[in-house]
């Protein structure tokens, strides 16, 4: 299974799955680096897959699909470029000889869903939108705290091989919030370095590890001592999980 990263406007990743001579892609702000990834490796687009309605992942799926015929699918509760083929949570389907599983994830816009391939060959791989990133996760836009956290913790119990393919590089500066929650992590301490060392190579720090993840995210960490802690150091009420996620990203909202 091949799966490309399409940098696009100033830090999207347009995903581009292929196999054979047919290809998908995730999330098509823009047209144009997808058109190009498809006529430099002769491939067939056969669907588009859509996680959330924000312009920056739907702005190139009207012209993706008028040029190639692709079959569009797209969250059933948001207002994507008709026409497409409605999603939500328990749908499946079959695209590139895989099952694509689909999971509704609710918090950064109201609809919001995933995508999950549980069987495909080199392990499990999720399209996760604007959801969860590496080291931290989307803003709450449409969404509560609460729904936003229940979409994390659902994406979080997905097998530890899963590689997260995010639709934004914001691994590093995610990595330096994260590193403010929680200093004393060593796993966030060495994955921190690896990253900056990608980054300086001008590579992608996707797909992420969803076991990594576990381990350096703070906003899949909410139960985690040292992230309760820091949480409860700059909002003493947070009791619950809901409220030390809620915490947290008001944090990061605000941290430079
Ligand atoms: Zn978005
Ligand atoms: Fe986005």
Known sequence: MNLIPLPAFSDNYLWLWHEGQSAVVVDPGDAGPVREALLQRQLK???????????DHVGGVAELREATGAQVYGPAAEAIPE?????QQGDTFELLGQTVQVLDIPGHTAGHVAYHLPNAPDGPVLFCGDTLFS????????????????????????????RVCCAHEYTLSNLKFAQAVEPDNTDLADYTAHCVNLRARNEPTLPARLARELAINPFLRVRAPAVMAAARRREPQAHDAVAVFATLRQWKNDFR
């Open 135 to 162: 080291g931290g996760c989307g803003r709450v836009f449409e969404g509560t705290p609460a729904q936003m956290l229940a979409s994390l913790d659902a994406l979080a119990s997905l097998p530890g091989d899963t």
């Open 83 to 87: 026409p497409f083929q409605p999603c």
């Open 45 to 55: 687009l056969v669907a588009i897959l859509v996680t959330h309605h924000h312009a």
